[in-house]
């Protein structure tokens, strides 16, 4: 972050880009690590932006799925925080619904 005059999430912007671009490389490393039949986490950052502007995670969830053949969910975690207060509710259940339509997967909060 430092090197490229980046912050946060500037930072978190390019390491999913940087992945994309390398995504054969880290199907690789995955096929080789994982026996058939198990199951994968996947923790991504909670930035929003992530899913909500950007392609990469889409388009690295994509590969994955073409590739290795996967079957992917996405759970988004909200904090009961947010589910006190209606308008809060509604801006995280709006999050969720955002996220997965762009990475159009089914989606449990």
């Known amino acids: 972050m430092k090197q490229l005059g980046l912050g946060p999430n500037g930072g978190l912007v390019y390491c999913m880009e940087y992945l994309e671009a390398h995504v ?6 995955i096929r080789e690590r994982v026996q058939e039949g198990a199951y994968l ?4 950052p909670g930035q929003v932006e992530l899913y909500t502007h950007g392609t990469a995670v889409p388009r690295l969830l994509q590969q994955l799925v073409k590739v290795l053949d996967l079957r ?3 759970i988004q975690l909200v904090d009961a925080h947010y589910c ?3 308008a809060n509710f509604l801006s995280a259940a709006l999050l969720g619904t955002t996220t997965m339509l762009r990475l ?4 449990v909060s």
């Open 41 to 44: 986490i996947f923790d991504l």
């Open 104 to 107: 159009e997967l089914p989606t």
């Open 84 to 86: 006190t207060e209606p």
């Open 72 to 74: 992917l969910v996405a």
């Open 24 to 29: 054969d490389e880290v199907v690789q490393m």
